[in-house]
């Protein structure tokens, strides 16, 4: 977005009595006000009416999809809503950033286990609210999976600069490439309570013969210069993990990506921008598909496949001798998104949030999690 365009975007706000932009989003925070602020020129005040709500107000900018904010937005029945999550982006990046950072300490110190959204939401958080905090991120780096969203639409740079802001905090201590597995024993030392926000570590599996001749979408998106292939590339799966590796695919110069998808079209999870961004980059979609059998011959794989269907209880089922071989496949990256490694535990003191809770969400909604995590650890400890 450029001046003109962002410029552009702040005229169209209607500055609604109800703001309704504010209360569809999940950590809250008010495009109606700082939209105002910024159109008076305050962009600093604009920056800071952002980050009370979201430590990570440009990281979601970038990234938000535009099923919360945007959807609400009442222009749409004017013409078309505002592009909020780009014009957050361009007042964080516009703006100095000079929120006070509150470092009364209320005599208690919290431990969050994971430095993702949900993890940074909750440190930020406690932080506000005069909590001493250890975090422990087992990687050697913050983003959990924000690391697997391909660097063109996150910079890397713009995530380490919202938690340098975060951790210049002297409350706070970092543990990098330390890994949690025991949170009783942390309660023993002195921690008035755990927040767990490890994600979901564990990938979903297809279950079929010849899976483990397929990559991983996890390892795919982490280390994708590794998987340069000119030919064909298929992604098995239909959701936003797997929008991401099919143009990663094409970026890496793949002449023909295929997603394949054992629903319809209507019933993928992704957003109408995604949508497009699949059929503008001539990704290929199969839809009402699902695989068999993965096998490799050299270095090119096949895939055996059948078509499905759904039957009068809406229950998705095979179709009758409809398997056939697809052949002279590149690479085959499975993308099912991925589900808790471990179950929760019940102990007043250990809080839960993120994904690993909640399942797969957004980054805005696990900031939120994380937030409220530390609200529901202040009324049990009646702080």
Not at 66 to 80: L, Q
Not at 215 to 228: G, M, R
Not at 232 to 261: F, N, R, S
Not at 284 to 306: H, N
């Amino acid at each position: 977005m450029n001046e003109i365009q962002f410029n552009a975007e702040l005229a169209k706000c209607l500055q609604c009595k109800t703001k309704p932009c504010m209360q569809a989003c999940p950590v809250k925070c008010s495009p109606c006000d700082f939209i105002a602020l910024a159109k008076n020129g305050n962009f600093t005040e604009a920056a800071n009416t952002i980050l009370r709500q979201n430590p990570l107000g440009e990281v979601c900018g970038l990234i938000c999809p535009d099923k919360f904010c945007v959807k609400a937005c009442i222009r749409a029945k004017i013409d078309a809503p505002i592009k909020i999550p780009a014009v957050q982006a361009f007042i964080m990046r516009r703006a100095p950033e000079t929120e006070e950072m509150n470092e009364l300490h209320n005599g208690k110190k919290i431990a969050v286990i994971g430095l993702g959204p949900a993890g940074i939401g909750a440190a930020a958080e406690a932080l506000k609210r005069g909590f001493a905090v250890e975090v422990f991120e087992k990687a050697e780096t913050i983003g959990g999976a924000l690391n697997l969203i391909p660097k063109e639409r996150l910079p890397r740079e713009v995530l380490f600069k919202e938690w340098q802001r975060i951790s210049k905090n002297y409350l706070l201590k970092a543990h990098f490439a330390t890994e949690i597995n025991d949170y009783i024993t942390l309660l023993k030392q002195n921690f008035a309570a755990v927040i767990v926000a490890v994600g979901e570590q564990k990938n979903r599996r297809l279950g079929i013969k010849g899976e483990h001749l397929a990559v991983d979408y996890t390892e795919y998106l982490k280390n994708p210069q590794k998987y340069v292939v000119s030919g064909h590339i298929m992604i098995i799966g239909g959701g936003a993990a797997a929008v991401d590796c099919a143009l990663t695919a094409v970026k890496q110069g793949a002449k023909h990506t295929e997603m394949l998808v054992r629903r319809g079209l209507s019933n993928m999870r992704i957003t109408a921008a995604e949508r497009e961004n699949l059929l503008k980059n001539n990704v290929d979609i199969t839809t009402m598909t699902r695989p068999l059998e993965i096998e490799k011959s050299g270095s090119l794989s096949a895939v055996y496949t059948c078509k499905t269907k759904f039957d009068e209880n809406g229950r998705l089922t095979d179709e009758e001798n409809t398997r056939i071989k697809r052949e002279s496949i590149d690479l085959v990256v499975t993308a099912l998104g991925s589900e808790r490694a471990e179950e929760p535990l019940e102990n007043a003191k250990i809080i839960y949030a993120g994904d690993f809770i909640n399942g797969g969400t957004t980054a805005v909604q696990a900031v939120a999690s994380g937030k409220n995590a530390v609200a529901e650890i202040c009324e049990r400890l009646k702080i």
